[in-house]
């Protein structure tokens, strides 16, 4: 579902925000995105969602070589996936429904359809009730759940969260996280990225970690989950991959 | 997306846009309107004039003078040469006393001028109309040379000549007019896509989010073309309006005088209505997607 293949992400000046990243998520799986702050856990999401383009190698979404892929094709990538942010990024002058209606009301549904989905969407996060509300009006948490039902109301393949709970407290980001679950054991891939040890440790879900850029951990490789727990060090080596062919398909 | 859904979308949320920041659009509206209300004075007035020198053209006569002395036989013969050539509709004989009583009526401040000669001391002249739509430029040209030589003829006066010169000076007008209508217009685009630039810049953070979620570029975009095509089309009909009024409010003032009924004539026809209104709305969106064509939004 998601295939990285000796992705690398330089910036201009160069720093090296991602080198030489490999790694494979399938279909329905959970995955976390763990390493400090800088290790570059954001740009890898971003790259997913085409927001950056790598400097090499390459980038398979649901069959779709991202980094190839012509700017006008990005919206119907990010129409696949769900994408929650630590800052919930809701426009503030539209209403819950509004805000969670917008991708519908982009794919051109009628009115009817739109507030079927939106409405089903938004009781699905617990905040039918809230419809009419304007996201300043809700808690930080009522927020997020917003968020994640607008990334939900499509029903995408893939769920991306960057640092979804960082605003949070703890009882608002176990919330958060059982919805993740919930959404995860429907069939969507989720692949969150958080530094929340806690959080990783108890759901015990497959863990990708970065430092400085490179993959220092893929959990996924038996032993190296009990390893972490054991020492507290993050085991070295990525899953080895087939390398992919030459030229892939957009 | 249906067309219709989306125009619809686009529009409520130009709407939406122009209510929300209505003082910066109220200046864009503005510049436009005054733009266009300029150009379309202009175009009432240059309208109103050509028609009065199509009017002239349409009723210009060759004036012939005879020299004095010319016999009344002579002058039979001329004035039989002169219905020779298909255009002359009509040849008009105006005796030398004649054409002192007209100069004592149309000039009569000046009408001593003509008192007190010996003599009649304007000359007698044919007067000869003829039609437009028959005439052969070159023919007609070389008919017009041919009488200025004849012995009977002193001078020619052919209308022609002076219409000619004033259609060459509304030429020069209207080219003036035009200028400075595309330079206000100029300024008008820009000043539109300032607004616009201003307003995406203020959005700037939806339009991320929109981005994020799959919208489209035109998606995006599309409120800002239809907030561009709406200021255009509002500075258009206030231009208008102002035009209307203004027009309405200054017929009954203006002194019954031969210029104040040219210049305040008739209307602007559909047409040039049309015109401004749309000259507004192309304003307008040139404005609007020359702001968001760079990586503005």
């Known amino acids: ?250 | 997306m249906a067309v219709h859904r989306a125009f619809g979308y686009f529009f409520r949320e130009a709407i939406v846009n122009l209510a929300r920041s209505w003082k910066i659009s109220a200046v864009a509206v503005s510049t436009i309107a005054v733009s266009l209300f300029i150009g379309g004075a202009l175009l009432l007035l240059i309208g109103n004039l050509d028609r009065q020198v199509q009017e002239w053209r349409r009723e210009a006569k060759v004036i012939v003078y005879l020299r004095p002395g010319v016999t009344p036989a002579a002058a039979s013969g001329l004035q039989a040469s002169l219905r020779q050539p298909r255009w002359v509709s009509g040849v008009a004989s105006v005796s030398a006393e004649q054409a002192r009583q007209r100069f004592e009526r149309y000039f009569p401040s000046v009408a001593e001028l003509v008192h007190g000669w010996g003599e009649e001391p304007l000359p007698a002249s044919f007067e000869v109309a003829y039609d437009p739509e028959r005439v052969e430029p070159r023919a007609f040209e070389a008919w017009v040379q041919s009488l200025r030589r004849a012995p009977q003829v002193g001078m020619v006066d052919d209308d022609r000549d002076w219409v000619s010169q004033l259609e060459g000076v509304l030429r020069v007008i209207g080219g003036i007019g035009l200028a400075v209508v595309v330079v206000l217009l100029v300024a008008a685009i820009f000043t539109i896509a300032s607004v616009i630039r201003l307003t995406a810049y203020l959005y700037r953070d939806e339009i991320g989010v929109m981005r994020l979620v799959g919208a489209t570029e035109l998606f995006i975009r599309g409120p800002f073309y239809v907030e561009g095509l709406v200021q255009g089309i509002l500075g258009g009909g206030i231009a208008l309006l102002a035009l209307y009024l203004g027009h309405l409010v200054m017929v009954p003032q203006v002194p019954r005088t031969w210029l104040a009924g040219v210049l305040t004539g008739s209307f602007l026809s559909l047409r040039d209505q049309l015109l401004i209104v749309t000259l507004g709305a192309a304003a307008g969106l040139v404005g609007a997607v020359a702001s968001l064509r760079r990586e503005a939004v």
Do not use: C
């Open chain 1, 1 to 250: 579902m998601i295939h990285f293949y000796r992705v690398s992400k330089h910036y201009p000046g160069g720093q090296r925000a991602l080198d030489e990243v490999t790694f494979q998520i399938e279909r329905g799986e959970f995955a976390f995105l763990t390493g400090p702050s800088g290790a570059g856990k954001s740009t890898l999401l971003r790259l997913i969602f085409r927001q950056e383009i790598p400097t090499s190698g390459q980038i398979l979404v649901n069959g779709r070589n991202v980094a190839s892929l012509p700017r006008r094709k990005v919206p119907f990538l990010r129409r696949t996936m769900g994408v929650v942010f630590q800052d919930f990024r809701l426009i503030p002058r539209k209403t819950v429904f509004e805000n969670v209606s917008y991708l519908p009301r982009v794919l051109g549904l009628d009115g009817q359809r739109q507030k079927r989905l939106a409405y089903e969407t938004l009781r699905r996060v617990g905040l039918a009730h809230r419809m009419k509300a304007f996201p300043l009006e809700l808690s930080g948490g009522e927020q997020q759940r917003v968020a994640i039902a607008r990334a939900l109301v499509n029903q995408p393949e893939i769920l991306v969260a960057d640092e979804p709970t960082g605003n949070l407290d703890p009882e608002m980001a176990r919330e958060i996280f059982e919805l993740f679950l919930e959404i995860n054991r429907r069939g969507t891939t989720v692949l969150v990225a958080t530094h929340d040890a806690h959080v990783i440790d108890r759901l015990d879900k497959r863990v990708l970690s970065l430092r400085a850029g490179r993959l220092q951990e893929d959990s996924s490789i038996p032993g190296a989950t009990a390893a972490r727990r054991m020492s507290g060090v993050i085991a070295a080596g990525a899953r080895p991959l087939t390398p992919l062919p030459e030229a892939v398909g957009g």
